[in-house]
């Protein structure tokens, strides 16, 4: 709260007369209307044995009011103003002798006055400023106090003032919330390394020390609150310098990272689980530019680990699959939110392709805004020799078994050649043989052919 003090008459009179804006011209020409004016009042109401009494006090509050320069004019206008008012022309010289020395004193005495009033009217103008400059300061400390004390009830940061010893003297109320402490009184006086535990314990000890040196530490601890929940905390520890530039005190101001760091490990345990994956796995931006792979991903194309050029998502294709992938693919993962199939990818060093199982997913920011494109692809190389490998043993298996099945279908019409009951046999050997068929269907893929051969085998055998 401002101090304020009681404000006397002539305090006032004197502030309005600081305050007073008037020309030079004005000042004069009031400095003259009040002269003649009490020059008319000594005429008719003092006597001439007094002639210089109603001067002086006007010549001073002219000079009080309106400064040296008019309580200069003042002076001179006042002499001369009783020397005509006592003056004759019966005196040789308008005056006696003995008024010439009073007019002479009286000069001399005013401009003297004159002379300590101005200097007073200026001692008080800047006794005035500061004054004012005085209160405005503490107006602007009041509300610095108040800025401050609403910043630190408002911050979530533990600030803490610790004496030299390193023993807790001070705690914002926002620190105490996030230290879960009800009263400060609880912990006033308790050291605080003492709330870190191992090497958090350390690193306070050094900071305090480093403090009383005048050097700023920081660190990053995990530290239980005051109710035993643990967290973890950013900690930035400085000097108060005192009055002599020496450090008095000690500032600590703790933040809880508990959630950030929480955040970094699980992070961490993604990056690390992308940089182990034996899977293809990058990033993109929506202009097609690369800014993530992991080391899977440059074994499979063949990049060299020093590769510094930036790279585009067409240049792990062949031309013709690049054109595809930037015309069906991008578009289908904004559209459908995925794209997977079967691509090839182009071998930096040999050119050769890469059978590759292809899988394409946006890369969002915090507000669901595409940014880019990931991807985890997986080598196909070995599932695709597998493959040609499969095809072509089931394509030997059904060489071999039509072969088997051909004999068998002669074996049956020379057995039946002749025998009045073959209609019948044929029609049963013909159901097992299909049933055969279907369960090297399982092997080789290729039992629709095949049974269409068969039946059109046993037709023909009854045709004859």
Same mark, same amino acid.
């Given at each position: ?129 500061? +004054?004012?400059?005085?209160? *405005?300061? =503490? $107006?602007?400390?009041?509300? &610095?106090? !108040?800025?401050? #004390? ?108 508990? +959630?950030?760091?929480?955040? *970094?490990? =699980? $992070?961490?345990?993604?990056? &690390?689980? !992308?940089?182990? #994956? ?121 060489? &071999? ?64």
């Amino acid at each position: 709260m401002i101090r304020t003090q009681p404000v006397s008459f002539f305090d006032r009179i004197v502030a309005w007369s600081l305050e007073l804006q008037l020309s030079r011209a004005a000042q004069y020409v009031l400095t003259a209307i009040m002269i003649l004016a009490v020059g008319l009042g000594r005429v008719a109401f003092v006597p001439d044995t007094l002639p210089w009494l109603l001067f002086i006090p006007a010549t001073i509050a002219i000079a009080l009011v309106l400064g040296k320069k008019s309580g200069l004019l003042a002076v001179g206008l006042s002499t001369a103003t009783g020397i005509a008012s006592l003056g004759t022309v019966d005196q040789p010289t308008w005056l006696p002798g003995q008024q010439w020395v009073a007019a002479s004193l009286f000069l001399i005495v005013m401009v003297g006055l004159v002379m300590l009033t101005a200097e007073l009217r200026a001692s008080l103008r800047r006794a005035r400023r500061l +004054n004012q400059d005085l209160i *405005e300061s =503490e $107006r602007q400390a009041v509300e &610095r106090q !108040a800025f401050l #004390s609403g910043v630190l009830a408002s911050s979530t940061d533990c600030i803490k003032v610790l004496d030299l010893d390193g023993k807790l003297t001070f705690m914002s109320e926002g620190g105490q919330q996030v230290m879960e402490i009800s009263d400060f009184n609880e912990v006033a006086g308790c050291p605080w390394p003492d709330f870190w535990q191992e090497a958090g314990n350390a690193e306070a000890r050094a900071a305090i020390a480093a403090a009383r040196q005048g050097e700023a530490r920081s660190f990053i601890s995990k530290a239980d609150t005051y109710r035993g929940t643990p967290k973890w905390w950013h900690v930035a520890v400085s000097p108060i310098a005192g009055p002599d530039g020496r450090p008095d005190r000690i500032l600590s101001v703790s933040r809880d990272i508990t +959630n950030l760091r929480a955040s *970094e490990e =699980e $992070r961490d345990r993604f990056v &690390r689980l !992308a940089e182990n #994956s034996t899977d293809f796995i990058g990033m993109a931006r929506t202009d097609g530019s690369v800014f993530y792979l992991n080391d899977a991903a440059r074994r499979l194309v063949g990049l060299d680990d020093d590769q510094s050029a930036p790279l585009v998502i067409a240049d792990f294709f062949a031309p013709e699959q690049a054109e595809m992938v930037a015309r069906e693919v991008l578009p289908a993962v904004e559209r459908d939110g995925q794209w997977v199939g079967e691509v090839d990818f182009r071998h930096f060093r040999t050119g050769a392709p890469i059978p590759v199982l292809y899988s394409v997913f946006p890369v969002t920011d915090a507000t669901g805004a595409l940014i880019g494109y990931g991807t985890v692809t997986r080598d196909f190389r070995e599932r695709r020799r597998a493959d040609d490998d499969m095809r072509l043993l089931n394509g030997e298996l059904a060489h &071999r078994l039509k072969n088997v099945l051909a004999v068998v279908q002669s074996i049956i019409a020379q057995t039946l050649r002749g025998i009045p009951e073959a209609e019948t046999a044929s029609q049963n050997l013909s159901a097992r043989l299909v049933a055969l068929g279907a369960a090297t269907d399982v092997l080789t893929g290729e039992w629709p052919r095949l049974a269409g051969n068969l039946k059109g085998g046993f037709r023909a055998l009854r045709e004859r």
